[in-house]
């Protein structure tokens, strides 16, 4: 599946979804798409990775660089919908002592908007 990166921007935070495969032909799709992402007053990221089936190394180090840039303006990054399968590659990388996890887009676009108000 190819990837596919759509945007979905909120007042204070950015959703990326994330569906398809990050491999070396288009990784530089998703650095572009991150770099990108905040503008204005957005502050945090949202990936939302329920659709996403693999992800190389280089794309994971990506997540860490939208959170140095989210962290550089106050805010934060939050995973959203990653599939058991994913999940395990991030987790053996211990990713979620970085980043927050939810089950569902809905679940940290709530968080965000909790925070915010």
């Known amino acids: 599946m190819a990837l596919t990166i759509s945007r979905n921007p909120y007042e204070t ?3 990326l ?3 398809g495969k990050v491999d070396p ?4 799709d998703l650095e572009d798409a991150i770099r990108n992402a905040l503008t204005g007053r957005q502050t945090s990221l ?5 659709g996403l089936e693999f992800i190389i190394s280089s794309g994971m180090g990506l997540l860490l660089v939208g959170r140095n840039l989210a962290t ?3 805010g934060t ?3 959203a919908g990653v599939r058991p399968d994913v999940y395990r590659v991030f987790d053996l990388l211990d990713f979620p002592a970085f980043f927050k ?6 679940a940290a676009i709530n968080e965000l908007l909790a925070t915010a108000g």
């Open 17 to 19: 979804a994330v569906s």
């Open 77 to 79: 990054v939050l995973i």
């Open 13 to 15: 935070f950015m959703v």
């Open 101 to 106: 996890f939810h089950p569902t887009v809905d």
């Open 25 to 28: 032909q288009n990784v530089k």
């Open 72 to 74: 550089e303006r106050g």
């Open 46 to 50: 949202v990936f939302d990775f329920t």
